[in-house]
């Protein structure tokens, strides 16, 4: 397995962790995942690179609507989605990272 499968895998995991075990270190330990994923697998492609800054807008505003249309297991939705957001914006910073570094760098 290389890290395109285990960092995603991991983000689900820790984020559905995070809904139910209280822990004040859910949140670095994801954008770590999302930096860590995104540094060690660089993206290139500009399309790519405009759906994950997408994702990291989008996936929010989902997590809002699945919370409020769904009410017995809404919370629990909206909970797990905020926090993979987490892991996604690590991700994104990975990318503007990469993207300005390729700027200078030339």
Not at 18 to 39: C, K, M, N, T
Request: net charge negative; proline share 5%; aromatic share 8%.
């Amino acid at each position: 397995m290389n890290i395109d499968k285990i960092a995603p895998i991991a983000a689900v995991a820790l984020s559905l962790i995070a809904v139910f075990v209280p822990f004040e270190y859910w949140g670095l330990l994801l954008i770590l995942i999302g930096l860590v994923h995104g540094l060690m697998s660089p993206v290139d492609d500009r399309a790519t690179q405009a759906m994950v800054y997408g994702a990291a807008i989008a996936v929010p505003l989902m997590a809002g609507t699945f919370g409020d249309a769904i009410p017995a297991i809404g919370g629990i939705g909206q909970d797990l989605l905020v926090n993979f957001t987490v892991a996604i914006h690590g991700y994104a910073i990975a990318t503007l990272i990469g993207d300005i570094k390729t700027r200078i760098m030339g």
